[in-house]
């Protein structure tokens, strides 16, 4: 009975003290649990930082956490205690709601012990509704009870007045659906409401699909129509989603608007006023004559806290502002994410939102486009053209267009060559920007700055530049070379430098200057190692810099250097010798590369090769077969011949390798040293399935092998043929990403024309 009037009975009977989470011991955790209930709200967030960021740090789930979870289910469960809706969520988070398939040890016991709790059923009645949405979330964690959570969840769509609660319920009954039987038990509904709309889900994707085919065909929310939709889409093998469809159910959407919910129930909630003076909201239709669309300002709360989650619901805030419908954004990556690998489909979508005179739209719009862009392949040049178009006009336009032209750079950040249909546009309004330097924190205007200023940081080039430069685009030059002269230089200047290659060689005399005045001796200023990338990429032309970079302490990036220039980098032969003796492996394959391409020293570099290509080092033994790969060609035939040599690449070409490095760089020197494709392309078909990053080098090596690959065409042929980029991830990005898979898929290509 004490439990069920105090959620914390028994909180100090927990030996706390003896666990630990991400920062140590958990020995404050009661104290964090406490206040997770506090009539604060201030406490409240500062508590739920805590648990998020010690308790449960990135997902984790420790002893402590696990500990925790009787009594954050007594706080969900006790009707007067402020902050239940945000526990629930936390719960969510605990139990792995987003995917809970194949979890293992704490994990699986974290979510057993959560969604095992009779509580559930009865929170989807609760009087707050923000607590209803959040447990309708937290039922997709359900494995074993996966019936009974779909069951719950059917029988209660009908009786909900909520819209967002209503959307929570489809988009949970949808992922339950699309679970496989085994791990989701199947979703089962009402058995006496099956024929109707509201009525219940028998187990599996098919079932799931009819039930939300009802759910669309009956329901007037266009939130909720479209959360089925994008369930539909997710689930698959039904009747295709017409894009047309969704665009309608957004276009109803925007014109009437969604509620703002306010992150706290005691924080005021944001108030309508007249839209301002310089600019209207405009509408993804014509707006009606007799009325005035409103706008919000940001929502007023009474305490801040220096917290992540606070940082995050202030941005929250900040990101609604002047919004009608603040939760459409997340429903057009519902939408866009459900179609899947129907990129055309998703392109069409997203054009069409991007090319809406709304503002809201356009914003709403370019989130998922750059998800397009880095995890599927396509043809994007009309989506990033309107991409270029909302650069272009979002300037002069109030604080819209300050959103629209910021989201749109960030979208186009990052594609590389894919950007250059905007290039025109990000051009224009660059070179006409009269701010060429911009603190971090968003302009308040929309102009586009050359420079971000950092407060504890060195600057950055902008997005808006780095984007342009990906292109590579000549334009971009004498903007990077007015960042170039700055006093403080951006630290990632030479690199956006160094994509131009030959055609930065006007850029010489800056760089040059730049290696003699900025400061050589801070470790953390990695802007003279960048330096020497840059004029690596420029190749012989960056001769001239020679004199700067004699003298300067053996790096990377100075050997990088030397050898890309080549024969006239001789006065460094002596500098690449005595580093070519060093004892450290990676320091001396490189030095030894690049005295051969500086000296032609072909033997001093074997003899390096030698020296590390039987060894243990993993990383030295692919690093010395590299180099031997490149020097084949320009080894004596003896050399080349060499048995003792060759019967060594054989056996690490059989290797066993956990990621297929080693053996894909014996194979290339064994290929080259002999002409025989015979050993090497077994290992090609081999690292192409164990390690998707190895497809790059294989596919090069393809290509020289011509005809002699055919059997490997196939593999060719299917990377073509697939929808989503070689390296993407559903756990995170990488800037790169695009361009790598670019990078892939014309190698891919290069191969199959050479095997024609």
């Known amino acids: 009975m004490a439990d069920e009037l105090d959620p914390f009975a028994g909180l100090g009977e927990v030996r706390w003290s003896r666990m630990r989470h991400a920062y140590g011991s958990a020995g404050e955790v009661p104290e964090l649990l406490r206040g997770l209930a506090d ?15 010690a308790v449960h740090h990135q997902g984790d789930v420790y002893p402590c956490t696990l500990a925790a979870i009787p009594f954050l289910l007594r706080i969900a469960a006790a009707p007067d205690l402020p902050g239940r809706a945000e526990v629930v969520e936390l719960l969510a988070s605990i139990a792995s709601a987003e995917d809970p398939t194949e979890l293992s040890g704490p994990y699986k016991k974290a979510n057993r012990a959560v969604t095992a709790y009779p509580l559930w059923e009865c929170l989807l009645g609760d009087p707050d509704p923000k607590v209803r949405e959040a447990v309708a979330g937290l039922l997709a964690a359900c494995v074993d009870g996966a019936r009974a959570a779909g069951t719950s969840l059917t029988g209660r769509l009908e009786g909900e007045d909520d819209p967002r609660v209503r959307a929570a319920i489809v988009r949970t009954v949808a992922a339950l659906g699309g679970r496989p039987s085994s ?14 709309a509201q009525g219940g889900v028998e187990g599996g994707v098919e079932d799931a699909r009819d039930w939300l085919g009802r759910v669309l065909a009956t329901e007037a929310e266009p939130q909720v129509r479209l959360v089925a939709l ?10 295709a989603v017409e894009v047309g469809e969704a665009l309608e159910l957004l276009t109803a959407l925007y014109e009437t608007g969604t509620p703002p919910v306010p992150p706290h129930a005691d924080v005021e909630t944001p108030t309508l006023v007249a839209p301002h003076a310089d600019f209207e909201t405009p509408t993804l239709v014509a707006p009606h004559a007799d009325f005035e669309t409103p706008t919000l300002v940001a929502p007023h709360a009474d305490f801040e806290t220096p917290t992540l989650v606070g940082a995050l619901r202030r941005a929250r805030a900040e990101r609604d502002v002047g919004r009608r419908a603040p939760q459409a954004g997340e429903l057009v990556h519902t939408v866009s994410k459900g179609l899947g690998d129907r990129v055309d489909d998703r392109v069409r979508l997203l054009t069409a939102l991007l090319r809406s005179p709304d503002w809201e739209c356009q914003v709403d719009a370019m989130g998922p486009a750059h998800v397009l862009f880095a ?24 604080r819209p267009g300050v959103v629209v032209v910021s989201r749109a750079v960030g979208a186009l950040d990052d594609l590389g060559e ?14 006409a ?3 060429r330097v911009a603190d971090h924190t968003r302009p308040e205007d929309a102009e586009l700055p050359w420079i971000i200023e950092w407060p504890r940081d060195q600057p950055t080039v902008s997005p808006a530049l780095r984007a342009l430069s990906g292109t590579g685009d000549d334009r ?19 690199q956006l430098v160094g994509g131009f290659g030959p055609r930065a060689a006007p850029l010489l005399p800056l760089l040059r200057g730049r290696l003699r005045d900025l400061p050589a001796d801070k470790p953390h200023d990695h802007r003279h190692e960048s330096i020497c990338w840059a004029l690596s990429r420029i190749g012989p032309g960056a001769a001239e810099a020679l004199p700067d970079l004699l003298g300067r302490p053996i790096t990377e990036g100075l050997l990088a250097a030397l050898g890309a220039i080549g024969p006239g980098a001789a006065a460094g032969a002596p500098i690449l010798r005595e580093a070519a003796a060093s004892p450290e492996p990676g320091q001396a394959i490189r030095a030894a590369k690049a005295l051969w391409l500086v000296t032609g020293d072909v033997g001093a570099a074997v003899a390096v090769v030698d020296r590390y290509l039987g060894g243990d080092d993993t990383y030295a033994v692919r690093a010395a077969a590299d180099l031997l790969g490149h020097l084949a060609p320009a080894m004596a035939e003896r050399e080349r011949a060499a048995k003792a040599r060759i019967a060594l690449l054989r056996r690490l070409a059989k290797r066993k390798d956990q990621y297929g490095w080693v053996p894909m760089a014996a194979a290339r020197a064994l290929y080259r040293l002999t002409g025989d494709p015979e050993v090497a392309l077994p290992v090609v078909r081999h690292v192409w399935e164990l390690n998707r ?10 290509a020289e092998f011509g005809r002699a690959a055919m059997e490997v065409r196939p593999r060719l042929e299917a990377e073509l043929r697939r929808a989503r980029r070689h390296n993407a991830s559903d756990d995170g990005y990488g800037s790169a990403q695009i361009v790598d898979d670019e990078k892939l898929l014309r190698r891919c290509r290069e191969a199959l024309d050479a095997m024609s």
Do not use: F, I
Not at 693 to 702: K, V
């Open 230 to 239: 994008a369930g539909l889409s997710s689930l698959g093998g039904g009747p």
């Open 476 to 494: 971009a030059l004498p903007m990077l070379a007015w960042a170039l002269e700055r006093e403080r230089m951006p630290r990632d200047m030479a």
């Open 693 to 702: 990053h190895t497809r790059t080098e294989a596919a090069e090596l393809c």
């Open 433 to 435: 920007t009269k701010r």
């Open 39 to 53: 009539p604060d709200p201030a406490v409240r967030e500062t508590a739920l930082d805590g648990m998020y960021g």
């Open 375 to 398: 995890n599927w392949r396509g043809d994007y040049a009309g989506l990033v053209s309107a991409l270029g178009e909302r650069v272009r006009d979002g300037c002069g336009r109030g």
């Open 183 to 196: 791990a989701a038990g199947g979703v089962a509904g009402a058995q006496d409401s099956a024929e109707d």
């Open 418 to 431: 894919l950007a250059a249909p905007a290039a025109d546009a990000l051009a224009e309004v660059l070179a």
